[in-house]
C-alpha cells in the first residue's frame, strides 16, 4: 500500500484559496490522472478518473475502490481510493513562498498516478473576496477580471507533485 499526496504549486494573481470544489452543476470534482502499473511500469495511453462517490468492487475482494484498473501489459489489477481529509486550499501566502501544497490523497495498490491532468472544477477567491467557480485549468493557466476589486486575477504555472506519505 503506497500513500500518494498530490500537490500543486501556482503563481496566484490577486486570488486566493485555490482548491478543488466540483463543476458548474454541483457535481462532485473528479481528478484526471494518467496511470503507471507499479509491477511493469507501464503508463496509461488515457487518462483515468477518480471520483469520492464512484466505488467499484474489487474482484476477487470484499473492498471497494475508487479506480479499479488492469495494466494493458502485465494484465495485473489495481485500485486507487481516494482518502479524505488531506487536501487544503493553495493560498496566496503559498503562492509567494512557492510551495507546494496537498490537495489530495489516494491508497494506491498496484497502480498509481503518474501525472496530474488539471481540469475544470477548481474554485478560489479573489483577494476582494469574489468568489471564483468552476475554474477550468485544462490550458495550464486561468484569468479573469474581478469587479469588485477593479483588477486583473489570474493563474499561472501550474505545477504538480506526488508525495508519498504516511
Not at 99 to 108: G, S, T, Y
Amino acid at each position: 500500500m503506497v500513500l500518494l499526496l498530490v500537490k500543486i504549486k501556482a503563481d496566484l494573481e490577486n486570488i486566493t484559496n485555490l482548491q478543488p470544489t466540483g463543476g458548474s452543476d454541483g457535481s462532485e470534482f473528479t481528478y484526471y490522472f494518467k496511470i503507471k502499473c507499479s509491477s511493469c511500469g507501464t503508463l496509461s495511453d488515457k487518462g483515468s478518473t477518480i471520483t469520492a462517490s464512484e466505488q467499484y468492487p474489487i474482484p476477487k475482494s470484499r473492498g471497494t475502490a475508487h479506480l479499479v484498473q488492469k495494466c494493458k501489459a502485465c494484465e495485473k489489477l489495481g485500485n486507487i481510493s481516494l482518502i479524505e481529509g488531506h487536501g487544503k486550499p493553495y493560498t496566496a501566502e503559498d503562492s509567494e513562498s512557492g510551495k507546494f501544497v496537498p490537495v489530495a490523497c489516494f491508497d494506491c495498490r498496484g497502480i498509481e498516478p503518474a501525472e496530474f491532468i488539471f481540469r475544470d472544477g477548481w474554485s478560489a477567491e479573489g483577494l476582494s473576496g469574489t468568489k471564483f467557480e468552476n475554474i477550468d485549468l485544462s490550458d495550464g493557466e486561468w484569468s479573469e477580471y474581478d469587479e469588485k476589486a477593479s483588477e486583473s486575477v489570474g493563474i499561472l504555472n501550474l505545477k504538480h507533485t506526488f508525495d508519498i506519505t504516511k
